[in-house]
């Protein structure tokens, strides 16, 4: 939608300038030529008829020669052009000088202000106003197109910013589910098997969901939270495992400051049960290191895999969430290694942190 008060504010400083700078030149260039003679009525006569003919000539030299051969690198056009205005700019002067003020003074030569017919005078006035019109007129242009690439580029980031924004919601959707997909699967194992453990993973959900709804909807959120999830979650599926799984979680002491996106290090743990420690009848481990050295955060984790696990170049959900998520909110500053040999998957994570 235009923005009438905007226009309308752009012509107002337009005629503002234009009224301004001719006002003040008409003012200047009587007193000038009026001064060799001491007549200042006849060049305020000749000033009122020759001037609209100078504003003419510099309008088109501005905003038809410069725009339109100068800009776009047509040198030859704009010359030849200008050699052409300043031809027919002598010859409207001279009849300008011949027609009217010789009939005004009665053909009387000698009751002219004789500055008026020296050309080369008139030619530096003339030259002067429009060199001095060109420059300030360049000035605004130049001015004017500044703004716009910096609004352009203001308007750009804003985009930028929304669409960051707009897919990290949608990732942070697609987590949701998948997650919720997978656990309430797991309960209804549980439910069919009338397992006793019921109650208590249901308590473990709870406290999962109180932080998928409420924390994760944060920009960032305190390690230490993130990590009480993921324990939370792993002794939410070593009850659905039987306590079958070897697991070992070794981790600093961090303090509340230290803060990271929510649900990062969720769809790695997520994973490894997913795709290799259920699947393990015998033999399942999960291995995790936390710690942080030098401002930079390792996330080092090994879990088993099945022993005839067959390699598969599909990547899942999870993971291909997690890498859009680190490459829209710490670009350049993370590394994501993940391999896998026929015992183990491993995956080592490190992002670069303000830890203070």
Not at 13 to 18: D, L, P, R
Not at 55 to 84: A, D, E
Not at 152 to 167: H, S, T, V
Not at 168 to 193: M, R, S, V, W
Request: glycine content about 4%; proline content about 2%.
């Amino acid at each position: 939608m235009i923005n009438k008060k905007l226009i309308g504010s752009i012509v107002h400083q337009k005629v503002a300038f234009e009224i301004t700078y001719w006002g003040i030149m008409f003012i200047i260039t009587c007193l000038f030529l009026g001064h060799f003679h001491q007549d200042y009525f006849n060049t305020f006569l000749f000033c009122a008829f020759w001037f609209p003919f100078t504003i003419g000539f510099t309008f088109y030299l501005n905003k038809v020669l410069i725009q339109k051969y100068l800009y776009t690198k047509r040198i030859g056009k704009f010359i030849l052009y200008l050699m052409y205005s300043i031809i027919i700019s002598t010859y409207i002067q001279i009849v300008l000088i011949i027609g009217f003020f010789i009939a005004l003074t009665d053909l009387n030569y000698e009751n002219m202000n004789p500055i008026i017919n020296d050309f080369s005078v008139l030619w530096f006035v003339q030259l002067f106003t429009t060199a001095m019109y060109s420059f300030l007129y360049q000035v605004r242009e130049d001015q004017k197109k500044k703004q716009k690439i910096y609004q352009l580029e203001k308007d750009k980031l804003e985009i930028g910013y929304q669409l960051k924004e707009l897919e990290l919601n949608t990732l942070k959707d697609q987590i949701h589910p998948h997650f919720l997909f997978n656990t309430l699967n797991n309960i209804y194992g549980l439910a069919i098997e009338k397992s006793d453990d019921l109650p208590q993973i249901l308590l473990q959900l709870s406290s999962l969901l109180d932080y998928l709804v409420y924390q994760s909807k944060e920009e960032k959120v305190s390690l230490n939270k993130e990590i009480k999830v993921l324990k939370e979650y792993i002794a939410l599926e070593q009850l659905r495992l039987d306590n079958r799984l070897s697991y070992q979680f070794d981790e600093d002491k961090f303090s509340d400051t230290i803060e990271i996106i929510p649900f990062l290090l969720f769809p790695m743990v997520e994973n490894a049960f997913k795709h290799g420690i259920k699947s393990n009848t015998d033999n399942a481990f999960l291995n995790i290191k936390i710690y942080i050295d030098n401002s930079t955060f390792y996330f080092l984790m090994s879990n088993s895999k099945p022993a005839n696990k067959i390699k598969s170049d599909k990547k899942g959900t999870g993971l291909e969430n997690l890498r859009k998520r680190l490459a829209l909110c710490y670009p350049n500053q993370h590394q994501l290694v993940i391999d896998e040999n026929e015992r183990e998957y491993n995956i080592q994570l490190s992002i670069k942190i303000d830890n203070e």
